[in-house]
Nanobody, 114 residues
């Protein structure tokens, strides 16, 4: 059973940066491909970025060029580096397998506001 714990969120001013972490436990190879998702109040959860076991990445149009998804050497922790943050990036951020096969974690709140 794969489980995820997200961390690293917080309050940041527009233009600022944050790095989110997603720590996985269980069968690590099975977490890939993995996605970072976000859900803003009143909106559906959306895919932000994804990464394959081989390191291939994809990004949503709204974050392309600003966000970077990566892993550590063990491939059990996946990061989301978020730069040039905008108020519309405010949301709870979650990680899961790309096909959402694991239970959702608590997520981590990102608030972009001056």
């Amino acid at each position: 059973q794969v489980q995820f714990v997200e961390s690293g969120g917080g309050l940041v001013q527009p233009g600022g940066s944050l790095r989110l972490s997603c720590e996985a436990s269980g069968s690590i190879p099975s977490i890939y491909p993995l996605g970072w998702f976000r859900q803003a109040p009143g909106k559906q959860r959306e895919l932000v970025a994804s990464i394959t076991r081989g390191g291939g990445t994809t990004y949503g149009d709204s974050v392309k060029g600003r966000f970077t998804i990566s892993t550590d050497n063990t491939r059990s922790t996946v990061f989301l580096q978020m730069n040039s943050l905008k108020p519309e990036d405010t949301a709870v951020y979650y990680c899961n397998t790309l096909f959402r096969t694991a239970s959702w974690g608590q997520g981590t709140q990102v608030t972009v506001s001056s």
